[in-house]
């Protein structure tokens, strides 16, 4: 499955629209509690009802919140599965890194003819994992300023 960008840029009256929709649509969904699965949505001018699933709606209130903020958005599904391009745009680093990442084996891959293949939740991983050393990397950095009274 490829990525597809869902939403283009967010406009003015897009965010706009966005702004006063968000909280009514968050208060609904704090109002159902935990034992709803679904919420029902009015269609205007018809006398039908969506039923979504309450997930959905968790979702809907994230890309409207993003909206709200001006901010545009892509939704990618959770089978994507990225070309070295696409897999370093999402890792925000050049391709030739990315293909050194993938020779070294720090990030699988699939071969499909002479192309690599990433899927995203290993893309996730190798990010989720960078963030964690990151983060243990500065906290032992601020406990050894700490340690030498650094003054931080």
Known sequence: MHMEAVL?????????I??????????????????STFVEIKVKGENMFLRIPKKALSLLITI????????????????????TQQAADFLDV??????????EGKIPFKKAGTHRRIELSDLITYKNKLKSDRNKNLDFLAKQAQDLNFGY
């Open 94 to 103: 050049s391709r030739p890194h990315l293909v050194k990442l993938l020779e």
């Open 8 to 16: 283009e840029k967010t406009t003015k009256e897009d965010q706009n």
């Open 18 to 35: 966005a702004k006063s929709s968000v909280s009514r649509l968050l208060a609904t969904s704090q109002a159902l509690g935990h034992g």
């Open 64 to 83: 409207l919140g993003n909206m709200a903020e001006g901010k545009s958005i892509t939704l990618i599904p959770s089978d994507a599965v990225f070309s």
